[in-house]
């Protein structure tokens, strides 16, 4: 049977977090002819051996593994490329995205106007990290709107939604999968976005922090604005 969803999730160092978090994916898919691919991204700890005694449990379960850390975007790619299905899901590795909002996001992907459709992307009403965080989040998402005018509330919610030939025609960067949705629009797809749950990380702590990402997203921001200008569509093509 053709696989019909692909759940590609990049982890680094969450050895505590991917037992609990593939059981709850396998959960929340079943039903579905899916796959769950785990990217290590270079671990130091003990993810990929956890992963890999879960492969009995989860006979859907597939771990892929990186040489060295290459970042998150890097990994989603990984899982992308290797996916065997046209519909792809992502999820943090942190288990703070909740597996069980996963059909709340396909019911939409796949509803009346799924030919228009490129990403479905979360957004989390009820964040559960700290003050700080929050507020720079909010201030980063208003400037990044303000720039980019793509409607998109909370980019830095991982549990998405999208087709893998859209996705693997986007221009690749490092932090891309911060700007999937402005990429998505820009090639001509549509948007569309749900609500969904947030949940405390259970264990370890966040791979980033306030200023790294501030220090990063300048840059990122002003490359995706020259990307958004220097855009010009596909024409319509014919053999003659």
């Given amino acids: 049977m053709a696989v019909a969803l692909s ?3 990049p982890v680094m160092n969450e050895a505590e977090n991917v037992g609990p978090l593939a059981r709850e994916i396998a959960a929340a898919v079943r039903g ?10 270079g671990s130091t700890d003990s993810t990929a051996r956890v992963l890999q005694d879960l492969k009995g449990e989860i006979p859907s379960l597939r771990v892929l593994q990186h040489g060295r850390n290459a970042g998150q975007s890097r990994g989603i790619r990984t899982g992308v490329r290797a996916a065997r299905s046209s519909t792809i899901v992502t999820l943090d590795g942190d288990g703070q995205n909740d597996p069980a909002d996963i ?9 009346p106007e799924a030919e228009k459709i490129g990403v479905v992307s ?3 009403a009820k964040r559960r990290d700290t003050w700080s ?11 990044r709107n303000s720039l980019l005018n793509d409607g998109a509330a909370d980019t830095g919610c991982g549990l998405k939604v999208f087709r893998r030939d859209a ?27 749900v609500v969904v ?7 370890g702590q966040s791979k980033y922090t306030n200023f790294g990402r501030m220090l990063v997203g300048v840059n990122d921001l002003l490359g995706v604005r020259w990307l958004q200008r220097r855009y010009r569509p596909q024409a319509e093509t014919k053999e003659l």
Avoid: C
Avoid at 32 to 41: G, H, Y
Avoid at 103 to 111: E, I, M, S, Y
Avoid at 197 to 203: F, L, S, Y
């Fill in 122 to 124: 979360g957004v989390r």
């Fill in 32 to 41: 579905e002819n899916a796959e769950i691919i785990f990217v290590d991204d």
């Fill in 103 to 111: 059909p709340k996001l396909l019911a939409v992907f796949r509803g």
């Fill in 133 to 143: 965080k929050r507020v720079a989040s909010r201030i980063g998402n208003a400037i």
């Fill in 197 to 203: 749950n947030h949940r405390e990380r259970a264990h």
């Fill in 7 to 9: 759940v590609v999730v």
């Fill in 167 to 193: 996705f693997l025609a986007l221009p690749y960067f490092d932090h891309l999968h911060r700007f999937i949705i402005t990429l998505m629009l820009r090639e001509g797809w549509q948007a569309r976005f």
